[in-house]
């Protein structure tokens, strides 16, 4: 488990998840995940969000030590999100007095998760108001589509604390160490990845806060280096490339195209890429390979035609490219069929359905085994698309 001391007064409630296979049910998460809750203790008691239901018990074990025989004044709901909310109503049935304290929308969307009428203690908050708990204050900002419509962030005025709702999380139990980037990226741009625009708009609000601790409802609590995970969300919000490098990301049925993959991969190195990332789409970890090619300036995609289309495991790719706003980068294409090729054009009408891409020339066609001349066409694009 984290530090539960965050400070004298903010205590860590959260529980970790190691029994979870696929997070949102499409996600691999090989070290689990955390769901974070904390208690801000003072002359009001308030306890910031739930946990996912897979962890009910441990979570109110953890939060009745932490009361010591006291009762929470106020439950704040950042985001409705199951893995956060699903247990409000089971807090709020052990605590009748409790007040529930969050925005207008999450109200409206209540009635669709509990069956409790939370109406009598509801606390409707909007932008910027405040509330007092005694020697602390939170200040509630706003935060539609990050990633749900009803998102709102608090910061805590005195210990200059921001809870941040599903911003600043990643993947990965409390007990595993491990590169944050890697697992924040691969978990902000397959989740919250679709929404920079918004994502940007909250750094904005966060920009004029002094803040000095962040508490994500995933991952852990971040207290130093804060302006190196602010940076990265400027860069994966807007959509910037993070990083020079190539993913070249291939689809094959019998071995083929990714014999021709890996040769592109030798091309780009013997060509000077120095990071080259190579994915078997049909294989590797879906997230990872899309938030590498957010992560990298250039991408390869190398596919077979599979029923007059693509084969389904580069559909799956291009699609939450599309989905999740890839842009502003470099594409190379190359195509296998052994008649009738189609995926060049298919791929290729991925890319021209995005913006800011710059798709390099020649679109390669390999037909069934690669051949010399296929080779010499491969190095040409690997030279257009590092140029």
């Known amino acids: 488990m984290y530090d539960m001391k965050i400070s004298d007064s903010v205590v860590y409630v959260g529980v970790d998840d190691k029994d979870i296979d696929l997070f949102e049910s499409q996600y691999k998460v090989p070290n689990g995940v955390t769901y974070n809750s904390y208690v801000i203790l003072d002359e009001k008691i308030a306890v910031m ?3 996912d239901k897979r962890r009910t018990q441990q979570w109110l074990d953890n939060l009745e030590k932490v009361l010591d025989g006291r009762k929470p004044d106020y439950l704040v709901v950042s985001h409705l999100e199951p893995d956060h909310a699903s247990n409000i109503q089971v807090l709020a049935e052990k605590y009748p007095d409790m007040q529930v304290v969050s925005n207008a929308k999450v109200f409206s969307m209540l009635p669709q998760f509990f069956t409790l009428d939370f109406a009598p203690r509801s606390v409707v908050v909007k932008e910027g108001d405040t509330l007092s708990l ?3 204050t939170l200040q509630f900002f706003m935060a539609p589509m990050v990633h749900w419509p009803e ?11 921001l809870f941040s709702a599903d911003g600043f999380g990643k993947f990965g139990a409390s007990d595993v160490e491990e590169d944050w980037d890697d ?11 679709k929404y920079g625009t918004q994502v940007q708009a909250l750094l904005k609000k966060a920009a004029t806060l002094d803040i000095q601790t962040i508490c994500p409802l995933h991952g ?11 940076g990265k969300y400027l860069t994966w919000s807007s959509y910037e490339p993070e990083e020079e490098g190539v993913v070249v990301a291939y689809a094959s049925i019998h071995g083929n195209t990714g014999n021709a993959a890996r040769r592109m991969a030798e091309l780009l190195k013997e060509n000077g890429a120095e990071n080259v990332r190579v994915f078997d789409l049909a294989r590797d970890d879906m997230a990872e390979a899309i938030s590498c090619a957010f992560r990298y300036s250039r991408l390869v995609v190398m596919g077979v035609t599979y029923d007059g289309n693509l084969f389904p495991c580069m559909e799956d790719f291009l699609y939450h490219l599309k989905i999740k706003t890839y842009k502003k980068r470099k594409v190379g294409i190359v195509e296998n069929g052994s008649w009738a090729p189609m995926a060049g054009k298919l791929m290729k009408a991925y890319f021209e359905s995005m913006k800011d891409i710059e798709i390099c020339e020649p679109v390669v066609t ?10 010499k066409n491969m190095e040409t694009l690997a030279k257009a698309v590092l140029a």
């Open 151 to 161: 998102v709102m962030v608090e910061y805590e005025q005195t210990e200059k604390i």
């Open 183 to 193: 697992e924040a990226r691969r978990y902000f741009i397959n989740i919250v990845g």
């Open 366 to 375: 390999i037909k069934s085994v690669m051949k010399e001349a296929d080779e």
């Open 49 to 51: 969000d739930t946990v």
């Open 220 to 230: 852990p609590v971040l207290k130093e280096d804060l302006g190196h995970y602010i």
């Open 134 to 136: 005694g020697k602390h």
